[in-house]
């Protein structure tokens, strides 16, 4: 289900993350995150940003870049999600493959009203990861 969400405080992301191949679609994205999630801490907080070509009847998205948040950073952040208004999911359980968790992000994505999606990876636990979907509601 998709809700409203207001971020009061901007979520920061530190560094980067690079693909290995020159595909940005989300699916390679997500599965370079995946790739790194195992031997990540907990509490560490991955973002896939998307940039969407939003046509009449199809929406497109492109990665343009995967950052990662570790717990207690320092550092100055490289990029955020900005405070104000979103649409927002949270799935109920984490996709194992790209071909898991295309469905769900291209069903939220049909309903952006902005050129920008991000998608949140965030390590919980150990074994437990919450998979996020943003998109602003209008130009934040």
């Known amino acids: 289900m998709i809700r ?17 191949s020159s595909d940005t679609s989300v699916g390679t994205a997500y599965e370079a995150v995946l790739a790194h999630l195992e031997t990540a ?14 046509g009449d009847e199809l929406t497109r998205a492109d ?21 104000g208004s979103y649409s927002f999911q949270q799935l109920p359980f984490t ?3 790209k071909l898991e968790l295309l469905p769900f992000f291209m069903k939220f994505i049909s309903t952006a009203k902005v050129s920008t999606a991000y998608i949140r990876i965030y390590k919980e636990k150990r074994f437990e990861t919450a998979i996020q979907f943003f998109s602003p509601d209008r130009r934040n």
Request: charged share 20%.
């Open 4 to 20: 409203q969400l207001h971020l009061h405080q901007e979520l920061e992301y530190w560094h980067p993350i690079q693909f290995e």
């Open 41 to 54: 801490p907990v509490g560490t907080d991955y973002l896939i940003t998307c940039m969407l070509r939003i």
């Open 63 to 83: 990665v343009i870049g995967i950052t990662v948040r570790h717990p207690k950073e320092t550092e100055t952040p490289i990029t955020a999600i900005p405070t």
């Open 95 to 97: 996709p194992e493959s």
